[in-house]
């Protein structure tokens, strides 16, 4: 019976520990239910530099950077007291893929993740007709 009960104890101790972090769009983890949406994603047919300057403006523009990384293009903003990560990635060439994953708290926000998308989108079209 106490090794049932103790067994019984250590899964579940297990299972809150593991099902407690979600990998972030920089490679680190934070603490949060994994199980929701939090990631947008988009492909576009610019080099990375422009993706970047982009996505530095939209994020400056609707929060407070916290993150600029150039080596591996990756960046953190608090845009409406969530947590947003950008990461900008080469694909070949011609093809730059963007991601873009907001969280509040424990849940993702695929909303606020999904506008900022929309607005690294406008603005580097935007930037193209100046």
């Known amino acids: 019976m106490k090794i049932k009960f103790l067994s019984?104890?250590?899964?579940?101790?297990?299972l809150v520990c593991v099902s407690g972090c979600v990998g972030t769009e920089d490679g680190h983890s934070a603490a949060g239910m994994p199980f929701t949406k939090?990631?947008?994603?988009?492909r576009y047919e610019k080099p990375v530099?422009?993706?970047?300057k982009a996505t530095r403006e939209v994020l400056n523009r609707n929060g407070k950077m916290l993150v600029d990384n150039s080596v591996d293009n990756t960046f953190e903003a608090k845009v409406n007291q969530r947590t947003?990560?950008?990461?900008v990635t080469d694909l070949g060439g011609?093809?730059?893929q963007v991601s873009v994953q907001a969280r509040?708290?424990?849940t993702g926000d695929v909303d606020l993740a999904a506008?900022?998308?929309?607005?690294?989108?406008?603005?580097?079209m935007a930037s193209q007709n100046q």
């Open 94 to 96: 011609t093809v730059t």
């Open 38 to 42: 939090d990631t947008i994603t988009s």
């Open 84 to 87: 947003v990560w950008v990461k």
């Open 49 to 52: 530099p422009a993706l970047a």
């Open 8 to 14: 019984a104890l250590i899964f579940s101790v297990v």
């Open 104 to 106: 509040s708290g424990a």
């Open 115 to 124: 506008e900022l998308s929309k607005q690294i989108a406008l603005q580097l």
